[in-house]
């Protein structure tokens, strides 16, 4: 008979986690709740938890559950690119990633045939959901987790623990109750083919228009104090790309591009200067609502291509960032640096502006043209 913890009524979290995991590496079975829904859990590496979900499976589709983002990456060989940003900007939480076996090796190669087996060698699907108990999990398991989805269109997964004995039964040695899931909605699973194309296959708690926002181009300028440089970069390049695409520029989402400045040592919600508001004023561009930010963790995360206005603002970046030299550009062309402006006059702005411009306009003639989207 399944054994029920509630975790709202247990004396130490931990000790509910630390049980869990000892039934996992015994090979049991183990029901646990993510944002969307309860699912069954076993170790991708035990061949006899395997066994026992392949019974308890019942037709119903199969995810590979990681700790985080960067380890996925581990298991990807050449990964379409819009893998790369779902996983990047959804995860935690409620999207399942599926792309085609070819794109697919490393770790994944190294896993029992008989939890590779799981897949036929067709899709492979990939998850890490946003509950806390999976990271506490996850962090003490030598192994990704394999659990039965929540992705059939057809039937209603479990949202509270009561219904799960139905689905279930006495499979799961433990059953950890967490309460009502957070969404009552299924989680949303997005296919990529090798073409960088993609499918949402099952619809759910995220839409297939934000998904398309999730997997847009973004673009992020780089100054100092994120008043005067990038603000006018991520601006112009917001006007430039928006005329290109013969659409308003607050519809650029919709086209497949975020644009973004920040600043190495920004304050929170600071104006653009006097002098670039101006400026920009006189060629149709509006910064007066423009706030500054400083540069977090989470923009470099979610950022796909990275313009520094100097050489010392990208050292710095990569400093502490040296997995993004890829991504950390140099906004100049020529590997100059684009000089700060401020207390320069209008005639330095204006010298910096055009500088600016000269650059971006390589960076739009470098871009494909989309299609306006149906």
């Not at 509270?160 to 957070?182: K, L, N, P, W, Y």
Request: hydrophobic share 40%.
């Amino acid at each position: 008979m399944t054994e029920v913890i509630d975790l709202r009524r247990a004396d130490d979290p931990r000790d509910v986690v630390h049980r869990v995991c000892h039934a996992l590496a015994d090979g049991q079975l183990v029901v646990l709740p993510t944002e969307t829904q309860y699912t069954i859990v076993g170790s991708a590496l035990n061949a006899q938890a395997v066994e026992r979900l392949t019974q308890v499976r019942q037709g119903q589709a199969v995810d590979l559950v990681l700790r985080s983002a960067d380890e996925s990456r581990d298991y990807w060989v050449n990964p379409p690119s819009v893998i790369d940003k779902l996983s990047r900007r959804c995860w935690p939480g409620p999207v399942v990633l599926s792309m085609e076996s070819s794109s697919v090796g490393g770790l994944f190669a190294r896993l029992p045939s008989t939890t590779r087996e799981l897949w036929n060698a067709s899709a492979i699907r990939f998850r890490i959901p946003a509950a806390p108990i999976w990271s506490e999990i996850q962090r003490l398991t030598p192994a990704p987790l394999v659990a039965l989805s929540d992705s059939s269109a057809t039937t209603t997964p479990p949202r509270e623990s009561a219904a799960c004995s139905q689905i279930f039964g006495d499979s799961a040695a433990i059953m950890v109750d967490d309460g009502a899931c957070r969404y009552g909605e299924n989680a949303t699973v997005v296919h990529a083919a090798s073409d960088c194309s993609w499918t949402v296959q099952v619809p759910g708690i995220v839409s297939a228009r934000n998904v398309g926002r999730l997997a847009s181009e973004v673009y992020l300028f780089v100054c100092t104090g994120n008043t005067c440089r990038s603000p006018m970069a991520e601006a112009v390049f917001r006007h430039m790309l928006a005329q290109r695409l013969d659409c308003p520029p607050d519809e650029l989402l919709d086209y497949g591009y975020m644009v973004v400045s920040a600043g190495l040592a920004a304050s929170v919600g600071a104006p653009a200067s006097f002098e670039s508001v101006e400026l920009l004023k006189a060629v149709g561009i509006d910064l007066r609502e423009h706030e500054s930010q400083p540069l977090t963790e989470q923009l470099l995360i979610q950022a796909d291509r990275i313009y520094t206005m100097t050489r010392q603002h990208r050292e710095a970046i990569l400093s502490e960032r040296p997995d993004l030299q890829e991504r950390v550009r140099l906004l100049s062309s020529t590997g100059g640096d684009i000089s700060d402006p401020i207390g320069g006059g209008p005639k330095v702005y204006r010298a910096c502006l055009e500088q600016i411009e000269h650059e971006l306009q390589l960076i739009l003639d470098q871009l494909p043209t989309k299609a306006k989207p149906a």
